[in-house]
């Protein structure tokens, strides 16, 4: 059975750090590009960067230069350092699979319909 699971949420004051895991099992990353998404209450799932298979990384632009996707050697844990952090990154942060490319694209929020073994989430608020 293949799971996803977030973890690493909390509560942090504007421009301050938090770092998410996102643990798989069940499930092998070599093909699949693997996704990070963020919804906040009443607001659409929104992409928020993406690592391929190869390694390579796109970020949305409301977050590049603050977040950073990288995953671990054995495959299995992907995570999402967020940096300088704003009230404006609160949310409920999720990742997932992509089961049809290997390759992240720029146009990441194109592509959420194309992820699945979606987790359950991690809270992430950020005070001003």
């Known amino acids: 059975q293949v799971q996803f699971v977030e973890s690493g949420g909390g509560l942090v004051r504007s421009g301050g750090s938090l770092r998410l895991s996102c643990a798989a099992s069940?499930?092998?990353?070599?093909?699949?590009?693997i996704g990070w998404f963020r919804q906040a209450p009443g607001k659409e799932r929104e992409a928020v960067s993406c690592?391929?298979?190869?390694?390579?990384?796109v970020y949305a632009e409301s977050v590049k230069g603050r977040f950073t996707i990288s995953r671990d050697s054995a495959k299995t844990t992907v995570y999402l350092e967020m940096n300088n952090m704003k009230p404006e990154d609160t949310s409920v942060y999720y990742c997932?699979?992509?089961?049809?490319?290997?390759?992240?694209?720029?146009?990441?929020?194109?592509?959420?319909?194309?992820?699945?073994?979606w987790g359950q989430g991690t809270r992430v608020t950020v005070s001003s």
């Open positions: 997932a699979a992509n089961l049809m490319r290997s390759r992240c694209i720029a146009a990441l929020s194109t592509t959420v319909h194309e992820y699945a073994y």
């Open positions: 069940g499930f092998s990353q070599d093909g699949y590009a």
């Open positions: 690592i391929s298979s190869d390694g390579s990384t």
